[in-house]
Nanobody, 119 residues
């Protein structure tokens, strides 16, 4: 099982990013997928997830600016972040669960993708 995140970078406040996560080594279409982040000096924060039936779920703190989507044909899950704020600065990770459970990771973590929001 492998999860590879990409798409991060340095963005000005108010900008947007689309993060990508490529999954391999498991039946992607049968997995729930989630996004989490870890800001410097802080613990892991779950953000949103998407069930195998394509139903998304967002924590209240992100639902206005974050959009999760998946493409099972490409084994990809995406996170669109709009109106980025400095407090969004973090390493972003995706996670998978063949049990179709959100906000859990049934495998080891990938390397993540760094998002830095700064002017």
């Amino acid at each position: 099982v492998q999860l590879v995140e990409s798409g991060g970078g340095l963005v000005q406040p108010g900008g947007s990013l689309r993060l990508s996560c490529a999954g391999s080594g498991f039946t992607f279409s049968r997995s729930a997928m989630s996004w989490a982040r870890q800001a410097p000096g802080k613990g892991l924060e779950w953000l949103c997830g998407i069930y195998r039936d394509d139903t998304p779920y967002y924590l209240d703190s992100v639902k206005d600016r974050f959009t999760i989507s998946r493409d099972n044909a490409k084994n990809m899950v995406y996170l669109q972040i709009n109106n980025l704020k400095p407090e969004d600065t973090a390493v972003y990770y995706c996670a998978m669960s063949l049990r179709n459970i959100l906000f859990t990771n049934d495998n080891s973590w990938g390397q993540g993708t760094q998002v830095t929001v700064s002017s």
